[in-house]
């Protein structure tokens, strides 16, 4: 979204626990987790056909579509049984300064991304544990030599449904003994198809402490501290964690010539920096918004100047290059793409921001993205369908006279400033009677949570979104109309969503940055 320059007089919110609270549920309880939960390891699940890297990182699966297709073999046995206690070995922040990153989770494999400061070969090992003190199962083990500039993405393959995994860089002989590791991180894979066992997630969007964002200083990239959601992040339980984007606020990097090596250096002080307290819990589904390139408010997306072109393209690259996603070009290869977990939910990541066109034309996404959007709502198997979305869908229904609001929350900025395709959706949900489909959004610095419109009367005009900031805050929240949005906060939160498809139900947890719960709710999807 456009950020305004600092206001005269800013109504600052209070630095306390909002009043509407309610205890955490234990993350047992919370799930009431069965033991018919439990995966079977016979059965496949569809999502895991999309096209891996070739050895430059491209893929052949330009549709960004990652359902469909055979399963590879599954491994039923943990691994090799080896001596080995990653713990016991020193952690170098100098050769391994940025938390490697996990993503892509399928039911037999994931992508890492990491950077090694020297540029010199590491291993990467992927292992569980043993009942055995001093020995784990060795799932996989890789040399990887890094880019020159020190990065690298690989596919971790031959992995089992639903488990959790540790995995770890490591440098030195193998043989001889390693000499320094990177931050130790988990992941878990994803469900194996027909499990119906509840979800877990944690989303963030829009980092930050405050009305004004935190940029980093191109001359002097250093990291920057945690910041308060994502230390909340670091205290719970969840299966996966989703960024809907503004992962990091890249502006005074565009405005300082925007190269390539000033973006790559400008991930650091966020990979190396706040997001270590979350990124080693869990793996990561993403999507970018504008300021992972620059204030979309600040340069026109479709200008013609070569020297603003070579900047866009400089900052996209480094999102490609630092992610952990299936691709390393974003002129051929789309960020959209989808990730089921078992019959229970269905992940559609969309990129809304480098497709787009300009208003007047009414293309908010391509043909082709959006052709993949309408036939994974249709036809996806899982209970539940989760749109991950950087820009709300919802008509967020504020008074046209509200001061900044054109800066703050521009129609033009959202679906609902491409009213065409934002219809044709609706139509499809209410043409087919799609229920059970939630999404997810950002942008706009406020959390709410609520319905696409003010008077929903059909199943695509009911949908419900939720919206999240992890940092920056808006005002106009508190205005937002009570009957569509139930709950709304201009306050940075951490919302916690399970998705349940034994209860047919999703419970919904805003977790403040003191850790208690503002507000949580049990939505019924269908």
């Known amino acids: 979204m456009p950020k305004p320059p600092p206001p005269s007089s800013p109504a600052s919110p209070a630095d306390k626990p909002e009043a509407e609270s309610a205890p955490l549920l234990p993350r047992r309880e919370f799930f009431g987790v069965a033991a018919g939960a439990v995966l079977s390891l016979t059965t496949g699940c569809a999502d895991e056909g999309s096209a891996m890297a070739d050895a430059d990182g491209s893929t052949d699966d330009s549709s960004g579509d990652s359902t469909g297709g055979p399963l590879p073999d599954l491994v039923e046995d943990p691994g090799e049984a080896i001596a080995f206690e990653p713990e016991a070995l020193p952690e170098s922040v100098e050769l391994f300064p940025r938390t490697p990153i996990s993503g892509e989770m399928k039911p037999t494999s994931f992508w890492l991304a990491g950077y090694v400061a020297t540029a010199e070969a590491v291993t990467v090992r992927v292992w569980q544990p043993s009942e055995v003190e001093g020995e784990v199962f060795l799932a996989f083990e890789e040399q990887v030599m890094p880019d020159p500039r020190g990065f690298f993405k690989l596919a971790v393959e031959g992995l089992r449904p639903g488990e959790w995994y540790d995995y770890g860089l490591f440098a030195g002989d193998a043989e001889a003994g390693f000499v320094a590791r990177s931050l130790l991180c988990r992941v878990r894979t994803a469900l194996a198809e ?263 009367l059909t199943p695509g005009e009911s949908m419900w979104e939720i919206c999240v900031t992890s940092g920056n805050t808006n005002p106009l929240a508190d205005e937002l109309p009570e009957a569509q949005f139930p709950w709304r906060s201009q306050l940075p939160h951490l919302p916690l969503i399970t998705f349940d498809p034994q209860a047919d139900l999703v419970r919904v947890e805003f977790v403040t940055r003191f850790g208690d719960v503002a507000y949580h709710r049990e939505l019924q999807l269908s």
């Open 194 to 456: 027909g499990s119906l066992e509840p979800v877990r997630v944690a989303i963030g969007a829009c980092i930050g402490r405050g009305v004004i964002p935190e940029y980093v200083d191109p001359a002097d990239p250093q990291p920057v501290e945690p910041w308060d959601t994502m230390l909340q992040a670091a205290e719970h339980d969840y299966d996966l964690f989703i960024h809907l984007g503004d992962q990091g606020y890249m502006d005074k990097v565009y405005d300082a010539g925007g190269s390539l090596e000033q973006y790559l250096a400008a991930w650091g002080a966020y990979h190396g920096g706040g997001y270590r307290v979350v990124y080693p819990k869990t793996g990561l589904y993403c999507t970018w918004d504008d300021h992972e390139v620059t204030n979309n408010g600040s340069v026109d997306p479709w200008t013609a100047d070569p020297i603003e072109r070579e900047r866009i393209a400089n900052g996209r690259q480094a999102y490609y290059t630092v992610m952990p996603i299936a691709a390393s070009d974003p002129e051929r290869e789309p960020l959209w793409r989808s990730f089921r977990w078992g019959d229970t939910v269905e992940f559609i990541v969309l990129d809304c921001r480098s497709e787009r066109q300009a208003p007047e034309t009414g293309v908010y996404l391509s043909d082709e993205q959006f052709a993949f959007l309408l036939d994974r709502l249709e036809n996806s198997p899982c209970r539940f369908k989760c749109v991950v979305n950087s820009v709300p869908f919802s008509r967020l229904n504020l008074p046209d006279d509200l001061p900044l609001i054109d800066v703050l929350v521009s129609p033009e900025d959202r679906w609902e400033g491409y009213a065409t395709q934002r219809a044709e959706l609706q139509a499809l949900v209410d043409a087919h009677d799609l229920r059970n489909i939630l999404w997810l959004t950002g942008d706009v610095h406020m959390c709410y949570l609520g319905q696409v419109e003010l008077e929903p």
